[in-house]
């Protein structure tokens, strides 16, 4: 389906040139902004993955391993790493790095300033909270990340 072409004798600049001039543009290049959108896609993904992996990482091999657990509970108690590993857990028992996540996202889409950090901060605080056992609100971090992420200007 093609727009209509410029009559003869219409004024230049007018509204019908304007539309002929649009419809070409788009019939030679219909995905003019697909691989800058996908890029930024690709990098909002990116930084998600960064905050999953590391979130797997500190799982399974400071979180779920019996041997940690029983070492922290036994003659490794007072050490710095069963210290931290008990800060962890109750940050995912209360669910605050989902929340944080969330509250960051949601500045990320309506807020002003430092924009690309809190998109990057989102995203990295969801992945985070979907490994560390904070599914919902890592989920919803995540998604305001990505959409926030797409809006005009953060490319």
């Known amino acids: 389906m093609g727009f209509p072409k410029p009559v003869a004798g219409a004024e230049s600049g007018g509204l019908t040139e304007k539309v002929a001039t649009m419809a070409e543009a788009s019939d030679t290049q219909p995905l003019a902004g697909g691989r800058a959108l996908a890029r930024r896609l690709l990098g909002a993904l990116g ?53 944080a996540g969330t509250a960051v996202g949601l500045y990320a889409l309506f807020g002003h300033k430092a924009r ?29 990340g990505l959409i926030a992420s797409m809006a005009p200007g953060e490319g």
């Open 47 to 99: 930084w998600a993955g960064v905050g999953l992996g590391v979130g797997w990482a500190i799982r399974f091999a400071a979180i779920e391993p019996e041997a940690v657990g029983q070492a922290c509970l036994g003659a490794a108690a007072g050490t710095w790493g069963c210290g931290l590993r008990q800060v962890l857990i109750s940050l995912f028992h209360l669910g605050i790095l989902g929340g």
């Open 116 to 144: 690309r950090a809190a998109i990057r901060a989102s995203l990295v605080a969801g992945g985070l909270a979907l490994a560390l056992y904070n599914a919902g609100l890592g989920a919803v971090a995540v998604a305001l």
